[in-house]
T-cell receptor, first 113, second 115 residues
């Protein structure tokens, strides 16, 4: 069964450093999303991406964040200068648009020290 | 108005019992209501979803009941099993164009099913 994959599974970084989280969405999907989940809290929407541009973004997704689809398979989330409060689990999701179901990846646990 | 309120925060059920988790929303523009199941260290996995034109949807032991006038929906897990022990999130979204919009999640319910 096709699935969303994410790398790395864990990342530890120093405050102020840049991180890039990578996702490979399901191959025939056209809509891509990033969500985050701070430990013990609910899943929060960050950004959606379609047709090589951002469709929607939350207030969390400020100028420190950017997304990119550098090739036909990868979808990345970049945090330019990490803060302690960026520590969270980051989930990528994708959807084919027809079924309206979003399939989530296993997540990247980011720890900012 | 974009919130989805979920209760209870935690739930303990005996094996074979019925687990019931409730959610409420305010925004009547929401038109898609999925439930996700999440095991520790894993991503949320879609369990079952409903649209507001249907009052109930059943898939195996899982049933969503939807009350449009009350702006509430609930997940019922029949014959609960220890393997159902997980965190359950309700969510809602507004469709536009060819795809749903972003998911607004409830705060989650941690379900423990005792053997």
């Amino acid at each position: 069964e096709p699935e969303v994959t994410q790398t790395p599974s864990h990342q530890v970084t120093q405050m102020g450093q840049e991180v890039i989280l990578r996702c490979v969405p399901i191959s025939n999907h056209l809509y891509f999303y990033w969500y985050r989940q701070i430990l013990g809290q609910k899943v929060e929407f960050l950004v959606s991406f379609y047709n090589n541009e951002i469709s929607e973004k939350s207030e969390i997704f400020d100028d420190q964040f950017s997304v990119e689809r550098p090739d036909g398979s990868n979808f990345t989330l970049k945090i330019r200068s990490t803060k302690l409060e960026d520590s969270a689990m980051y989930f990528c999701a994708s959807s084919d648009g027809a079924s309206k179901t979003q399939y989530f990846g296993p997540g990247t646990r980011l720890l900012v020290l | 108005q974009q919130q989805v309120k979920q209760s209870p925060q935690s739930l303990i059920v005996q094996k074979g019992g019925i687990s019931i988790i409730n959610c409420a929303y305010e925004n009547t523009a929401f038109d898609y209501f999925p439930w996700y199941q999440q095991f520790p260290g894993k991503g949320p996995a879609l369990l079952i979803a409903i649209r507001p034109d249907v009052s109930e949807k059943k898939e195996g032991r899982f049933t969503i009941s939807f009350n449009k006038s009350a702006k509430q929906f609930s997940l019922h897990i029949m014959d609960s099993q220890p393997g159902d022990s997980a965190t359950y999130f309700c969510a809602a979204s507004i469709s536009y164009g060819g795809s749903q919009g972003n998911l607004i999640f409830g705060k989650g319910t941690k379900l423990s099913v005792k053997p």
